[in-house]
């Protein structure tokens, strides 16, 4: 059974920096992936993408966090980090990380909560 942990939202102010985390265990290999990446949901909008690894280790950014946002992972521990840098209150949602094997397995973490204050 595949789950994802995410660890590393938080308050913080504008300007200010903070690390997701997000671990998958069970039988796996995220390097095997389809894709990994994280989304985030923000009160009353629709879910959306940040920032991914697609295959080949290729990689996907929401426009607005280009250049602010990084995303990284560690295969050997089956972990991918989001940097967030420059925080703005925009920002301010539930980040969710997502895994997908393959078009039948799509996994979602519980999410973790990112609030920025002005």
């Known amino acids: 059974q595949v789950q994802l942990v995410e660890s590393g939202g938080g308050l913080v102010q504008a300007g200010e920096s903070l690390r997701l985390s997000c671990a998958a265990s069970?039988?796996?290999?995220?390097?095997?992936?389809?894709?990994m990446g994280w989304y985030r949901q923000a009160p009353g909008k629709q879910r959306e993408l940040v920032a991914e690894f697609t295959t080949r280790g290729s990689t996907n950014y929401a426009d607005s966090v280009k250049g602010r946002f990084t995303i990284s992972r560690d295969n050997a521990k089956n972990t991918v980090y989001l940097q967030m840098s420059s925080l703005k209150p925009e920002d301010t949602a539930v980040y969710y990380c997502?895994?997908?094997?393959?078009?039948?397995?799509?996994?979602w973490g519980q999410g973790t909560q990112v609030t920025v204050s002005s």
């Open positions: 069970g039988s796996i290999f995220i390097i095997n992936a389809m894709a």
């Open positions: 997502r895994l997908r094997l393959n078009w039948m397995s799509d996994y």
